[in-house]
């Protein structure tokens, strides 16, 4: 069977910047050939296209001791002394309770927690006329996100091991580090976010205390179903969910006491308020660690914190625009009131059509905003890196303009989120063939070690080289994964994002009103 090889490189030229980012000195670090040796058995998971790939977390100890600073790796390795204890703990019991409708519920359950979920059905608490609801619940997700993801990157500790536990998954969130579980923190923010609303309305007296029961009962369960979900398919440990649970309660915290007086400050105050807010959300974006791994919740984070950004500014233009300001207008929906069931048809045709359009903008703007910020972004960062002495941030695993002159490709979809979620039920076992579909041959090449009698180059340099099976592996060492362009390109959409949401339900109640 023919071969090809898949490198993954490291640079010792990397060092640390205050804030603990792992910066590369070098414009691109090379893999550095060797003599063979026999090593341990790296393990192997396919992403959604099929890339076989080292599981993230699961690269040598010294790769994490040489790049990340001295106290990462340090908590790095506490945390996976605490994932080799509880792998042999999970294993066991899943063995004892799976069973085919398990496996089912708990995945099917465990897409209600996703990142995908909430940005696909947020805009619908704005379009339905429930903007402070909305931005609420929107708070209080971006800062679980960001947080998770902010500590998974930092702490690079990889999910149980696969075996012994049986790792079930939807998607590829399995490429993703597991301390801590940003379901968890999702699934406990939301809940203490609508179980508090509820019970403002209980203590209002418009709620029954047989369905604000219900409520809490429905959100109780539905912690658990994700919490409780994430220990089951294996993708989390007890750390991870307690963790996660636990920055849940804080993002919640943050949203209930703290965002109320944000936005006070943002109403009262003049342009110092938006510009304020715009570089606290680069700066969150700027100081996002750097992982060792090319892991996705990067990407994750700053679409949170970018929906945020847009969020807030044009809350703050609204209040300065009275036909924009939701606050100073009285819905003329058709059949609002609800008086008759003819009214409540009305009703639902006008929310449908407001829905429907609503997120038809959002995708046209997609595609509109993402292959034009593309097209100009790559060649400004070229002129700024040549004309400008302040040197542009470079992010690990992000391709810098000045080394390519082709791209980023425009491979656009409108919904490429939902589209691209593998809905296929996975089995991953990192140990074997990344997936139980079937085995994959291959054989692992060499670590070159600091300190080792090699030669200078190879002191500089510690290379991994992972040879495949033609199998699952179909990947050119030399393609451009990432571009630098696409971190400030995702900024851009996703604040766009951000504004339409705020924006579009008062413009469609003004034109309804004008045609009206």
């Known amino acids: 069977m023919s071969k090809s090889k898949h490198h993954v490189s490291f640079s010792h030229h990397d060092h640390a910047t205050p804030n603990g980012d792992v910066v590369n000195d070098s414009s691109r670090p090379a893999s550095v050939p060797g003599k063979s040796s026999p090593l341990p058995d790296y393990p192997l998971v396919e992403d959604h296209n099929h890339t076989a790939t080292v599981a993230a977390g699961r690269l040598p100890e010294e790769i994490y001791t040489n790049t990340l600073p001295r106290w990462r790796a340090t908590l790095r390795r506490k945390c996976v002394s605490v994932v080799e204890l509880e792998s042999e703990v999970i294993g066991k019991w899943q063995s004892r309770i799976r069973s085919p409708w398990l496996d089912t519920y708990f995945l099917q359950t465990s897409m209600l927690g996703t990142h995908t979920f909430f940005l696909v059905f947020l805009p619908i608490f704005f379009f339905l006329g429930y903007g402070e609801l909305g931005r609420g619940l929107c708070y209080a997700l971006a800062f679980g996100v960001y947080l998770s993801s902010f500590l998974k990157d930092m702490v690079c500790s990889p999910r149980p091991y696969a075996p012994p536990v049986t790792r079930l998954t939807i998607g590829n969130h399995h490429l993703e580090y597991g301390f801590p579980s940003t379901h968890s923190t999702n699934s406990m923010s939301m809940a203490l976010f609508f179980g508090t609303h509820v019970h403002d309305l209980y203590r209002a007296g418009s709620l029954s205390t047989a369905a604000f029961a219900t409520w809490i009962t429905a959100l109780v369960v539905y912690v658990l179903s994700i919490v409780g979900g994430r220990l089951y398919t294996g993708m989390h440990g007890f750390m991870d969910c307690t963790v996660g649970a636990f920055l849940g309660i804080i993002s919640w915290m943050v949203q209930r006491l703290v965002m109320p007086e944000v936005e006070t400050w943002v109403t009262n105050n003049g342009w110092s308020a938006p510009i304020t807010v715009t570089l606290i959300c680069l700066l969150l974006v700027n100081q996002y660690p750097s992982p060792v791994d090319d892991c996705p919740c990067f990407e994750d984070a700053i679409a949170f914190v970018s929906v945020i950004l847009g969020q807030m500014t044009s809350f703050w233009y609204s209040k300065r625009v009275p036909a924009l300001n939701a606050d100073l207008f009285t819905s003329i929906s058709p059949?609002?009131?609800?008086?008759?069931?003819?009214?409540?048809?009305?009703?639902?045709?006008?929310?449908?059509?407001?829905?429907?359009?609503?997120?038809?903008?959002?995708?046209?703007?997609?595609?509109?905003?993402?292959?034009?910020?593309?097209?100009?972004?790559?060649?400004?960062?070229?002129?700024?890196?040549?004309?400008?002495?302040?040197?542009?941030?470079?992010?690990?695993?992000?391709?810098?303009?000045?080394?390519?002159?082709?791209?980023?490709?425009?491979?656009?979809?409108?919904?490429?989120?939902?589209?691209?979620?593998?809905?296929?039920?996975?089995?991953?076992?990192?140990?074997?063939?990344?997936?139980?579909?079937?085995?994959?041959?291959?054989?692992?090449?060499?670590?070159?070690?600091?300190?080792?009698?090699l030669s200078d180059s190879a002191r500089e340099k510690t290379a991994i080289a992972v040879e495949a099976g033609e199998r699952g592996v179909h990947e050119n060492d030399n393609k451009v994964k990432h571009y630098d362009a696409d971190v400030l390109t995702k900024v851009v959409v996703y604040t766009g994002i951000g504004v339409i949401t705020v924006m579009y339900p008062a413009m469609f109640e003004a034109l309804v009103g004008r045609l009206a």
Do not use: C, N
Not at 433 to 441: C, D, L, N, T, Y
């Open 335 to 453: 059949g609002a009131a609800f008086e008759s069931p003819a009214a409540i048809t009305t009703w639902m045709l006008f929310a449908t059509f407001k829905l429907t359009t609503g997120i038809l903008l959002i995708f046209a703007w997609r595609l509109l905003a993402k292959p034009t910020v593309q097209t100009l972004l790559p060649p400004l960062f070229r002129w700024l890196a040549h004309a400008s002495p302040i040197r542009l941030p470079h992010r690990r695993h992000y391709t810098p303009a000045t080394e390519y002159s082709r791209g980023p490709p425009h491979t656009l979809r409108a919904v490429p989120s939902m589209i691209d979620l593998d809905l296929a039920i996975t089995e991953v076992v990192d140990g074997t063939s990344g997936v139980a579909s079937g085995p994959r041959e291959r054989k692992i090449g060499t670590v070159k070690r600091r300190g080792s009698p």
